[in-house]
């Protein structure tokens, strides 16, 4: 599947979006053209997403179920004459918060990324590095450079929001340098796995799911991604109900800087399950070793659980499992994650390096050197126990989604959507520790104002929550938070900064190119 060219801004927004979209694209071309001093040949663009349930679970490699919001990430771009060497002119409409940059294109080697500097440019030139991979790749030239460009861009996803902005830039950016250089067509999933990897050349070592969501969703639709035997992404509609069904996403505006905190949040959850994989291998003495995947650090608790079942029920090809043996399956892993991982009180190296039978040195190599991570402790018990449990929840939403339960009302649907999500909630909160107080204030107040469910969604440690509301609840819970939380935490806040903290999310497009005419 190719990303497709848009010839009308209904072909990417729904229609309420239009006026204030028309108004911004017109803006950025004009802006672009006051600032280069010529029209820009096209506009690529992806949006961020909402992730509806099935968190911290991409990266060990199990099926996640977000969707792509209106909010998106634009580049206005035109190509640079190379006057013997490729230069790139980046700059953003809030050029103050994000200053504009000229750098060279080297032709010979990549171009360097100073990942410990917070550059905003970081994500574009990350981009431009897997893009012009691909592009050797695909030309079977090694010495192939990309050609210069002259960029505008413009996010409307709120940064470190937990609506995926990273993900939107590094997705439009890589695009971006795929359509300069001349790609009519870009394949969909060559375009996310290279934003995946590109991503994390900026430091932080994430799962697959944001750049799926942002690449590959259709308007209208959640998407079911799935990351093995390999990705795909597929649309899952949602059945009308009645009272309709809507997401609504709450800012908590607690800054959640992926990058600051990655050592002892992010990057070190990923380091905890991929050891929980390997301990849990040991432990079941498992004869074949671990496969290795595209998870971030090569081995997963995906690939734990397929081996697992392929040694002692011998199962070969875990994909051609039913979903209702698959479900089993997760919940037999629970019960021996329950069973086997005892120490609540985590796992030292000693005691890792001591059932595997390395030395600390070696486990450090191993898996802490990529990204570094800072602790004593590692929580295997309870991040495979959430993994596992989370995991089988995805498969429970989207099996209601698919088929809703007929008997009772509308609301039997949502009840058990919206328990679901709860479940999630409380898991990442008491076992997965990826909440904080302020989204979990936010969840009590929408639940007690009519919200069936109501979570974290993203990385969590601040940024957004989603909820699953009744349509003709929204306004009361809007209200709620408005009082009790918003106005509250800040007294001053503005009327805008209100209206940017709550939005109603309908299922949005994925990336687009746009040809200026
Ligand atoms: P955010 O931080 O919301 O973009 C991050 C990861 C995802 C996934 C979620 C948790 C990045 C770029 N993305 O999303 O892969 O692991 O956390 O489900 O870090
Ligand atoms: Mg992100």
């Known amino acids: 599947m190719e990303v497709p060219t848009a010839t009308s801004l209904h072909d990417i927004y729904p229609d309420d979006a239009i006026p204030v979209e028309k108004t911004r694209w017109e803006k950025l ?48 771009v ?56 691909l592009l050797q790749q695909k030309k079977k ?53 290279l934003a995946i990897v590109s991503e994390r050349a900026v430091g932080v070592n994430s799962g697959g799911m944001d750049q799926s969501a942002s690449v590959f969703s259709l308007r209208g639709s959640a998407l079911y991604v ?58 079941f003495n498992l004869k074949t070793p671990l496969p290795t995947d595209s998870s971030p650090l090569g081995t997963s608790l995906r690939g734990f659980h397929d081996t697992y079942f392929e040694e002692k029920e011998g199962i070969s090809d875990n994909s051609k499992t039913s979903v ?3 479900k089993v399956q997760l919940e037999k892993l629970a019960q021996l994650t329950q069973d086997y991982l005892i120490q609540e ?64 009302a509308g609301d039997a649907l949502l009840t058990s959507l919206g328990d679901l999500m709860n ?20 969840c009590t107040l929408a639940r007690g104002a009519g919200a069936y469910g109501s979570r974290l969604t993203g990385a969590g440690w601040g940024g957004c929550s989603v909820h699953l509301v009744p349509k003709d609840k929204v306004d009361a819970v809007r209200s709620v938070w408005e009082k009790e939380y918003y106005r509250k935490k800040w007294p001053e806040i503005s009327d805008e900064k209100l209206a940017e903290a709550v939005v109603v999310s309908k299922p949005g497009s994925g990336s687009a190119v746009f040809k200026v005419l």
């Not at 550059?119 to 030139?125: D, G, P, Q, R, V």
């Not at 479940?423 to 936010?442: F, G, H, I, K, M």
């Open 324 to 326: 209702t043996d698959f």
């Open 345 to 408: 009180e985590g796992y030292t190296r000693a005691d890792i390096c001591g059932l595997l039978g390395i030395s600390e040195d070696e486990l450090n190599a191993k898996y802490m050197s990529k990204f570094t991570v800072r602790a004593e402790r590692f929580m295997l018990r309870q991040r495979a126990l959430h993994v596992f449990t989370e995991a089988e929840r995805v498969i429970k939403f989207r099996q209601l989604l698919s088929s809703p339960p007929t008997d009772g």
């Open 141 to 193: 030239d090694a010495r192939f450079t990309s050609v210069g460009m002259d960029i505008l861009s413009d996010g409307t996803v709120p940064s470190g929001g937990g609506l995926s902005s990273s993900a939107a830039f590094v997705c439009t950016s890589a695009l971006t340098v795929m359509k300069a250089n001349g790609e009519e067509k870009v394949d969909k999933t060559e375009l996310c796995e």
């Open 226 to 283: 799935s990351f093995k035997p390999s990705l795909t992404a597929t649309p899952i509609s949602f059945p009308s109900t009645s009272p309709e069904l809507t997401f609504v996403i709450a800012q908590s505006f607690v800054a959640a800087d992926k990058h600051v905190t990655a050592p002892v949040c992010y990057n070190l959850r990923v380091v905890e399950c991929t050891l929980a994989a390997v301990y849990l291998a040991k432990v």
């Open 29 to 76: 071309l004009a802006s672009f053209k006051e600032k280069y001093g010529h029209q820009a040949d096209f506009v690529s663009r992806s949006p961020g997403r909402v992730n509806l349930i099935g968190e911290h679970i991409d990266y060990s490699l199990y099926e996640v179920l977000p969707m792509a919001v209106t909010a998106d990430f634009l580049m206005a």
């Open 78 to 133: 035109a190509v640079r004459p190379t006057t013997g060497k490729a230069t790139v002119r980046i700059a953003n409409v809030l050029s103050e918060k994000f200053p504009s940059r000229e750098f060279e294109i080297p032709a010979e080697g990549e171009v360097p990324i100073d990942a410990s500097a917070h550059e905003w440019t970081n994500y574009f030139k990350s981009g431009l590095r897997g893009a012009t991979k």
């Open 423 to 442: 479940a999630t909630q409380d898991s990442c909160r008491d076992v997965y520790d990826c909440s904080c107080p302020e989204l979990d204030e936010l």
